[in-house]
């Protein structure tokens, strides 16, 4: 299985974009890569989920690059509510996950 | 709207007691799974299930074990319990392929 890799911590103003970047060099082929934001008390929720290049939904927007080998999740515009632990997943056969440890997002005023 | 519910939220149990955590899903899932989650290392998984009365192990299965007997019931037994059990455990559901993992809210448990 992958092993992922990404930032224990970022700290962000408001309104900027932030880009958090998760390594995961044994990406298999079949493998898809997914991100979850968890919030105190809450368990994780599903933000997006990728294969390949670009992917974009309502709140975020997913980068892949052609060898698969990292991702990197942009939050456009944070707000203090994006304030959350993010945490990068790689996804192979049979629904076996590999979390990463997750990156602390501080959003300040 | 879509429900991973737990038993507990927060449990208290003592060194060497058998431990229950229940998982229910209402959305007709083939996928459970648990997982426990500590400060540092992330979430990590146990065991999952992909189908009634199946179960693999995950990264971490020794000193527990798992049971589902019913498709929406997913259930972690801790069969003597120690303190480095002592985690946040969290259940999650998925439907076939690759689909997005819904999340419990966890069960804190602490074994003194």
């Known amino acids: 299985l992958a092993k992922t890799t990404q930032p224990i911590s970022m700290d962000s103003y408001e309104g900027q974009e932030v880009n958090i970047t998760c390594s995961h060099n044994n990406i298999a082929t079949n493998d898809y890569i997914t991100w979850y934001q968890q919030f105190p008390s809450q368990g994780p929720r599903f933000i997006i989920q990728g294969y390949k290049t670009k992917v974009t939904n309502e709140v975020a927007s997913l980068f892949i690059p052609a060898d698969r080998k990292s991702s990197t999740l942009s939050l456009p515009r944070v707000s203090l509510s994006d304030t959350a632990v993010y945490y990068c997943?790689?996804?192979?056969?049979?629904?076996?996950?590999?979390f990463g440890i997750g990156t602390k997002l501080q959003v300040i005023p | 709207d879509v429900k991973v519910t737990q038993s507990s939220r927060y449990l208290v149990k003592r060194t060497g007691e058998k431990v229950f955590l229940e998982c229910v899903q209402d959305?007709?899932?083939?996928?459970m799974f648990w997982y426990r989650q500590d400060p540092g290392l992330g979430l990590r998984l146990i065991y999952f299930s992909y189908d009634v009365k199946m179960k693999e192990k995950g990264d971490i299965p020794e000193g527990y074990s798992v049971s589902r007997e019913k498709k929406e019931r997913f259930s972690l037994i801790l069969e003597s319990a120690s303190t480095n059990q002592t985690s946040m455990y969290l259940c999650a559901s998925s439907g076939r392929g690759l689909d997005e993992q819904f999340f419990g809210p966890g069960t804190r448990l602490t074994v003194l």
């Open positions: 997943s790689v996804s192979g056969g049979y629904q076996k996950v590999t």
């Open positions: 959305m007709d899932h083939e996928n």
